[in-house]
C-alpha cells in the first residue's frame, strides 16, 4: 500500500519544523552542562593562596584578608587557600594559633595530618608533629567559640568532636581521642601577644 502524496507531505513539513526544536534543545543542554562544569571549577580555584614559614626559636603574625589572624610558633610551615565556599590553611608541621574572622557563608578549616579543625568564628591552637617514621601526631586546643575537630583520613563519621572553650583534643592517623580540658597554662604563652 503506498502512501498519497497528499498526506506525505504534511509529515516532511513537520519532520523539517521538529529539527530546529531539537537542535535547539540539545544546544540548551550543552550550554547548561558546560555552565555547571565552568561554575564548578570556579569554585575548585582558589581566589587567594599564601604561604608562611617560621624558622626554630621565631614567631610571626600574620593578617589575613578576612580580618583572621595566625600566630606562628617556631619551625611552622602552612599555607592559607581562600576559596569562594570555604577558607582552608594546610598546617604541614608545628604549631599555630588561629583568631578567625567570622563569616557563615565561608567555615574556616585548618587541615593538618589525619585532622581538620573547622570553624566560622573562634580562637584555637593546632600542633602538628609528624616524625621521621610519619607518624603524624596533631592537637587542637580551644580557647573561645567552638571547632569541630574530624578525622579525614576515617571511614566513618563518628571520628568528629565538637569542641567547646577550654576543650582540647589530640588525632592520629587512626582516629580522634576523648575531648579533655585544658590546663590554664594550656595557651595563655599564645594569646597574650595576638590578641588586646
Known amino acids: 500500500m503506498s502512501i498519497s502524496p497528499d498526506l506525505e507531505r504534511p509529515r516532511k513539513a513537520a519532520s523539517r519544523r521538529l529539527w530546529p526544536v531539537l537542535a535547539m534543545a540539545a544546544g540548551a543542554v550543552l550550554a547548561c552542562a558546560m555552565g555547571v562544569r565552568a561554575w564548578s571549577h570556579w569554585l575548585a580555584q582558589p581566589l587567594m593562596?599564601?604561604?608562611?614559614?617560621?624558622?626554630?626559636?621565631?614567631?610571626?603574625?600574620?593578617?589575613?584578608?578576612?580580618?583572621?589572624?595566625?600566630?606562628?610558633?617556631?619551625?611552622?610551615?602552612?599555607e592559607v587557600r581562600y576559596y569562594p565556599t570555604h577558607r582552608e590553611v594546610t598546617l604541614f608541621d608545628g604549631q599555630a594559633l588561629f583568631a578567625v574572622q567570622d563569616d557563615d557563608d565561608r567555615p574556616f578549616q585548618v587541615r593538618a595530618g589525619p585532622l581538620r579543625a573547622m570553624a566560622h568564628g573562634a580562637r584555637f591552637a593546632v600542633r602538628h608533629a609528624p616524625d621521621a617514621a610519619h607518624h603524624e601526631q596533631v592537637r587542637v586546643a580551644v580557647e573561645q567559640g567552638r571547632v569541630r575537630v574530624d578525622n579525614v583520613t576515617a571511614k566513618s563519621a563518628d571520628h568528629a568532636v565538637q569542641l567547646a572553650a577550654g576543650q582540647q583534643v589530640w588525632g592520629k592517623a587512626h582516629g580522634v581521642s576523648a575531648v579533655s580540658q585544658l590546663g590554664a597554662a594550656d595557651l595563655s604563652p599564645w594569646l597574650a601577644p595576638l590578641l588586646p
Do not use: N
Request: charged fraction near 35%.
Open 49 to 78: 593562596v599564601k604561604a608562611c614559614s617560621t624558622a626554630r626559636g621565631e614567631q610571626s603574625e600574620v593578617q589575613l584578608d578576612d580580618g583572621s589572624r595566625l600566630r606562628l610558633d617556631g619551625a611552622t610551615r602552612l
